[in-house]
């Protein structure tokens, strides 16, 4: 069966640290997405990407980065991590008809 | 500015009770509003999409509806297990992506 994992499902780390969460999906889908969620705050688009080479901003971008080198997998990279950072981030991927399909999420602590 | 608000924030429902939980939305350009269940530690599972005023969907104990303005989910005779966190989303004409209401935490008490 199609899947998406993402690893680590749990990481607490530093204050600065630069820090990377993967994202795997076997949908063979072009639209990636990584999310994060915080009481009170829903889901909030980070960074998107359409297809390989092709990366976007959402709307909570700052401080964070990611690379398509192929279509099953969107890292996503702290670059120096920040209390701020602190959440539940979800990665979910997609066809073009809108509908995701989400990993189990990463809870990062940050320190 | 393109905006999507769920409410109640929560609900608590004896089994049995039906409710409603309401999505508005205050977007240009709509392509489908999605419904999603999200359990506690788990991501968010597919529930529905909508894609026209009028049109309905259900699922069990769940019927999803669609005007222009909102969305509503009905929940009928809940039951314990259908205690989760409830999110709208809607997809826009021109992009891929969905943006997420905050969401309606449901607890059903047996």
């Known amino acids: 069966d199609a899947e998406i994992t993402q690893s680590p499902r749990h990481k607490i780390t530093e204050t600065g640290r630069q820090v990377t969460l993967a994202c795997h999906q076997t949908w063979n889908h072009n639209n990636m997405f990584w999310y994060r969620q915080d009481l009170g705050h829903g889901l909030r688009l980070i960074h998107y990407s359409y297809g390989v080479q092709d990366t976007n901003k959402g709307e909570v971008s700052d401080g964070y980065s990611v690379s398509r080198s192929n279509t099953e997998d969107l890292p996503l990279t702290l670059e120096s991590a920040a209390s701020s950072q602190t959440s539940v981030y979800f990665c979910?991927?997609?066809?073009?008809?809108?509908?995701?399909?989400f990993g189990e999420g990463s809870r990062l602590t940050v320190l | 500015e393109d905006q999507v608000t769920q409410s109640p924030e929560a609900l608590r429902l004896q089994e049995g009770e039906s409710s409603s939980l309401n999505c508005s939305y205050t977007?240009?350009?709509?392509?489908?509003l999605f419904w999603y269940r999200q359990d506690p530690g788990k991501g968010p599972e597919f529930l529905f999409t909508?894609?026209?005023a009028g049109e309905e969907k259900e699922k069990e104990r769940l019927k999803a509806t669609l005007t222009k303005k909102e969305s509503f989910l009905h929940i009928t005779a809940p039951k314990p297990e259908d205690s989760a966190t409830y999110l709208c989303?809607?997809?826009?004409?021109?992009?891929?992506?969905?943006?997420f209401g905050a969401g309606t935490t449901v607890t059903v008490r047996a």
């Open positions: 979910a991927s997609g066809a073009n008809t809108g509908e995701l399909f």
């Open positions: 977007v240009s350009g709509l392509r489908g």
């Open positions: 909508l894609y026209s």
């Open positions: 989303a809607v997809h826009l004409s021109n992009d891929y992506k969905l943006s």
